[in-house]
């Protein structure tokens, strides 16, 4: 048999009619050079919008069983309207839901993780030829339930889909040409990066790199699948992600900023074992994520407790962190909402610390505060003030890549 | 358990979100009454149109496979939206896709064929005292691909799932309060029936009477399922269909007009055996339904062939007709699409002379000329020019229903 090569396109790539067509053309590229693809696809643009929008007319609050079957009919319509579109041209193709690509999946509905996938069906289909075109985001419970994946859910069904198939690659098409070393619409100079390795990925990827998602590139780290993003509206080569990491020296790959984070402060803890460890267990029996964390010891023996989380989760936060307040006797909670994450992401940044003091340098010359710091192996961020971050990503981009490469 | 019944919902009773909202407190009268309701429903009024719209946009000639996984989204939209109505007012639901319901089918794409359900699944929801909310119209083959039912769908899913789970009744809610003994729109004085038996409804549905679907019919007549057509704008009763005839006399259950036929005449064919059958032959393997045909000797040894079919057929219908004409040298063919087929409905019609003898006098005391003549047991048809339709309709209404009641 030969190739197989899984695609995937996001709703983007699939919002039009016309987009559709467009995507059968990239997709009989890969078939004319003797691949066997397989698809995988969003729903279309608007879809996913108009149907929430009608079940937000009959219900706040509707079960997730029943959101999955109706959010479900998204991948399935445009499965049906690509598979049209490659016959109209003269190939022959087959659509497959989830429960018929064989993905098995738990029952947590709008938010299943994939447990296994039964690839006979998908297989016979290539032997005969066929260019099977899948419904990504969604799967089935062992029970015959459907299932969707939530977030990051079609990139995850794509390479879950190239490791059981054992696929040359994995292409993500998206409506950007690959990675970049910061995000164009904020650093004009930005550079797309050719290759980057999964760990540095996952870090640009958790630091709002919208291109893919960090469970699915964790999942492509996971089984060695080749991964690659490239643009649907053009012919350009994209990005390679693959394991090789560049352990020679340390290596800057992007700069990003993120907006959409909430710095939470309880202030006057009373210092006591184990109280810094009931507040994080709160919040993570609540789901909330919790990014960078901080502890200063204050004045007469109170501790103020910092941490950082998305805005999206703020109301339930904040009730959570009040409730803890007056239970443990604190004296208040500060929620700080005008704050950005700005980062740079390398491989070794760490064991050097150069990178670290040249990031510092960097934000002290242009008189930005640093509110907070964390490190990891591949990445260095800092909370600053929301109204400083454009000006320090330019100049981190200027010092980590313009004056670098 | 408590008794199971069938509550079949069409695409005007769920068009709307308001439309599914009334829906939910239709199945919850149910419910309340100790009913275990099983409720089957097509899509949303417009949705096929929109996914039929794409699908044009895209393809003249679409497969059909992928047709189905296409418009099988329409009520797995429904289902999901009605569930989530009937949990928003407290009651527990469940809904279940054509393959969920082990609705398996033959694989005719498009027009496919009930060959058995597997009820397990639906029994165990019941059994946990859940509404179960099923996708009419389709259904799966053995090999797990998606398929619907074509015509009249919904209505042969409510009623072969009614047959499965020996339900106690099947109601049909569409947008009439039940049959009448002519279509109210046409006949003003028409009046609903309150019984009317499986024969007599199989002739009024056939003859265009648009509340079943004739298939439909046939099936609740194979398994004695109890059938009721009602009203989901109020609470009327229904018409009853069940068993029983009126065996005693001829009794006129209603009169029918039928616009949307055609006229065929194969002028000056050969008087050779089997020519006609030839003719029927290839027009059956081209599916073309024919309805009713006559056959006159004409002068020097020619015949006149008259048949009628369907206004959506008559393309085909024509290409096929000219084929054969040149064929087998007849002279010509003739189309008149200006004729209604104009019909009495009852039982033990065709035993009693004096019914038909009353039509004809009937239509010809209003000058309106008879074309042609079909008669079955239960009914009598007559092909006349389609400006004489409304005239025939209400003299024949007045004479057969109002003068006897």
Same mark, same amino acid.
């Given at each position: ?40 696809? %969003? ?7 108009? /149907? ?20 479900? =009919? ?12 490659? %016959? ?9 839901? @989830? ?15 994939? +447990?296994?996938? #039964? ?33 990051? @859910? ?32 904020? $650093? ?14 996952? !870090? ?6 919208? $291109? ?14 080749? /991964? ?19 352990? !020679?020296?340390?290596?800057?790959? @992007?700069?990003?900023?993120? #907006? ?22 709160? /919040? ?19 501790? #103020?407790?910092?941490? =950082?989380? =998305? ?7 904040? !009730? ?5 307040? %007056? ?36 934000? %002290? ?19 600053? +003030? ?20």
């Amino acid at each position: 048999m030969n190739s197989i090569v899984v695609l995937k396109f996001g709703g983007t790539s699939v919002g039009t009619i016309e987009r559709i067509k467009a995507t059968a053309e990239k997709i009989i590229e890969q078939k004319n050079k003797g691949f066997l693809p397989v698809i995988v696809v %969003s729903a279309m643009g608007s879809t996913t919008n108009e /149907l929430l929008g009608m079940a937000n007319q009959i219900s706040h609050n509707p079960k997730p069983r029943e959101m999955d079957v109706l959010l479900s =009919t998204g991948e399935q319509i445009t499965i049906a309207l690509l598979s049209m579109a490659l %016959s109209e041209r003269g190939y022959d193709t087959i659509s497959l839901t @989830g429960a018929q690509c064989g993905i098995i999946t738990s029952s947590s509905h709008q938010n299943a993780r994939i +447990d296994n996938i #039964d690839t006979s069906r998908i297989i016979n289909e290539l032997k005969n030829d066929r260019i099977v075109i899948a419904a990504g985001f969604q799967g089935v419970t062992g029970n015959g339930d459907i299932t969707t994946l939530g977030r990051g @859910g079609s990139d995850t069904t794509a390479v879950a889909l190239a490791a059981s198939l054992k696929a040359k690659w994995c292409d993500i098409y998206t409506d950007v040409s690959g990675v970049y070393s910061a995000d164009p619409r904020k $650093v004009e100079s930005a550079t797309k990066i050719d290759y980057i390795s999964y760990d540095e990925m996952l !870090e640009m990827a958790k630091l709002g790199a919208g $291109v893919l998602h960090p469970r699915a590139v964790e999942l492509a780290r996971a089984y060695s699948v080749n /991964l690659r993003v490239r643009s649907s509206f053009s012919n350009e080569e994209g990005t390679v992600i693959g394991m090789k990491n560049n352990m !020679e020296k340390a290596y800057i790959r @992007g700069v990003s900023s993120q #907006d959409d984070i909430v710095r939470v402060s309880v202030v006057g803890v009373p210092d006591e074992p184990g109280i810094a460890f009931k507040l994080f267990k709160v /919040l993570s029996e609540n789901h909330i994520r919790v990014d960078m964390i901080i502890q200063n010891l204050n004045h007469n023996l109170l501790n #103020d407790i910092s941490f =950082t989380t =998305t805005i999206e989760s703020i109301n339930k936060t904040k !009730e959570i962190v009040e409730n803890f307040v %007056s239970k443990i006797g604190a004296e208040g909670i500060k929620i700080n909402d005008s704050v950005s994450k700005i980062s740079v992401i390398g491989t070794g940044i760490m064991g050097y610390g150069e990178t670290a003091s040249i990031f510092f340098k960097t934000l %002290s010359e242009n008189g930005i505060n640093i509110q907070m710091i964390s490190t990891s192996e591949t990445r260095i961020s800092c909370i600053i +003030d929301n109204a400083s971050s454009q000006l320090a990503l330019k100049n981190l981009h200027k010092v980590f890549i313009e004056n670098v490469s």
